[in-house]
């Protein structure tokens, strides 16, 4: 903006015609700039401007159509071409965009690493691991978020969407929280990666308010990725990568159904001693099963 330098020299004694001359704009836009320095379409961008700031604070991986959503669902008229004039300048941008790009780092840590590699629990609900994968169909990705407790290798609770803001990590969370009972989850350790779902601050406010605490691995850990291989590695063979999927629904319904039916109750695993996920807890943790 030169309206301010034209302002400035005039104090200092050159003429706004001057100035205006060398800067090529008529002096009427001068003045009409000077009667009103703040116009409003300026105003509603720095409101909404602001806004998308927050938004962006509360989930990192929304992009600036996310953000529009949410903007116009908070009462902002504006269209997503001008949140997309407000946010490219300012660096609002998808941590999952930034994060395919070379060089890219994860986020720093939101938690201080309280499992060091140790991926063994002498309990249930000591220790759970939570991670999201992502599968194509034919209507486009569909995203599945996990929660295992380590001592059973039960998924204790999922969440499955057709994007992955935070609220796909905060549902696995509060489902798992709501399976296992809220007095007997305290104190339980959630080991995440530097995804940003997991660094978001409603994420944090699940863990707060469920007694959980938090913790993050190391960048780019072979420990933490194999601990949930168990389960995902099966899951890619065995579902995934079984077929084409047409449409979100019949994919969503098939991983589910080997959930539920194949991998908690057909599926034996040698750590477990050859018994699958529900006999395992069944014989050590009875009162529960009942």
């Known amino acids: ?115 060091e590699r140790d991926f063994t629990a002498s309990g249930p609900n000591r220790l759970w691991l939570t991670d999201i994968t992502e599968h194509p169909t034919g209507e486009g990705k569909l995203y599945l978020c996990a929660v295992k407790d380590v001592w059973s290798r039960r998924i204790v609770g999922y969440s499955i969407g057709d994007r992955m803001p935070s609220a796909l990590a905060v549902d696995a969370l509060e489902m798992a929280v709501t399976r296992r009972g809220p007095a007997e989850v305290t104190g339980c350790i959630v080991h995440a990666d530097r995804g940003s779902q997991f660094r978001s601050r409603p994420y944090l406010a699940a863990l707060h308010r469920a007694g959980l605490s938090g913790s993050m691995g190391r960048v780019a850990s072979s420990a933490d990725n194999a601990a949930m291989e168990s389960f995902f590695v099966p899951l890619q063979r065995n579902v995934l990568n079984s077929r084409r999927w047409t449409t979100r629904a019949e994919l969503r319904l098939a991983i589910v159904t080997w959930i539920e039916r194949t991998y908690h109750r057909r599926r034996r695993q040698r750590a477990l001693g050859k018994t699958t996920p529900i006999e395992f807890e069944t014989i050590y943790w009875p009162a529960h099963a009942a």
């Open 1 to 115: 903006m030169t309206y301010p330098l034209v302002q400035d020299l005039a104090v200092d004694g050159v003429p706004v015609a001057v100035t205006c001359g060398l800067l090529a704009f008529s002096r009427q836009a001068f003045y009409a700039w000077q009667a009103d320095p703040v116009s409003q379409r300026d105003l509603v961008d720095a409101y909404a401007m602001n806004a998308a700031y927050d938004v962006h604070a509360d989930d990192p991986g929304f992009g600036y159509r996310f953000i529009a959503d949410e903007l116009a669902a908070a009462g902002h008229q504006i269209c997503e071409r001008r949140v997309w004039t407000i946010c490219s300048p300012a660096r609002i941008t998808s941590a999952h965009t930034r994060a395919r790009g070379r060089g890219k780092k994860p986020g720093p840590p939101v938690h201080d690493d309280l499992v």
